[in-house]
């Protein structure tokens, strides 16, 4: 199976820096509503808080969803985005916004902590 731009899908956007246990947690609730993923990437200046450009992102996110057992191209694709910082939308548009609640343990995972404990 190969991912299919025309079938339903789920977007997730954000900066991953870095993709972490709480990331792969959101991905795993979002393919569980189509069977298929697209994540994409927030184009950031590089500086403290983003101190990764896209491709060592993309590559973090490819590595830890592989070890989680999903396929790149089979389950999910990854795109690079502008520094999105609003979505939205008019009437019914045929798409939902959807915030996850994934509990206390996974929501308190943080980029910012691991970056700092990295330094």
């Known amino acids: 199976m190969t ?3 025309t079938k339903p899908t789920v ?7 870095p993709w972490h246990d709480g990331h792969t947690a959101l991905f795993k ?7 298929q993923v697209v994540i994409m990437v927030r184009e ?3 500086n403290e808080n983003n101190p990764w ?3 060592q992102v993309w590559y973090g996110i490819r590595d830890a969803l592989q070890a989680a057992g999903f396929n790149y191209t ?3 694709i990854i795109m690079k985005a502008p520094n999105i910082v609003d979505i939205t939308y008019g009437r019914d548009v ?21 970056r700092n404990a990295n330094k």
């Open 74 to 76: 089979e389950h999910y």
């Open 29 to 35: 609730r979002a393919i569980e509503k189509t069977g």
């Open 11 to 17: 977007q997730l956007l954000g900066r991953w820096q």
């Open 53 to 55: 450009g896209y491709e």
């Open 94 to 114: 045929g798409y939902t916004i959807t915030q996850e609640h994934l509990g206390a343990e996974i929501e308190s995972i943080s980029a910012t902590k691991i």
């Open 44 to 46: 950031m200046p590089i």
């Open 3 to 5: 991912f299919d731009s």
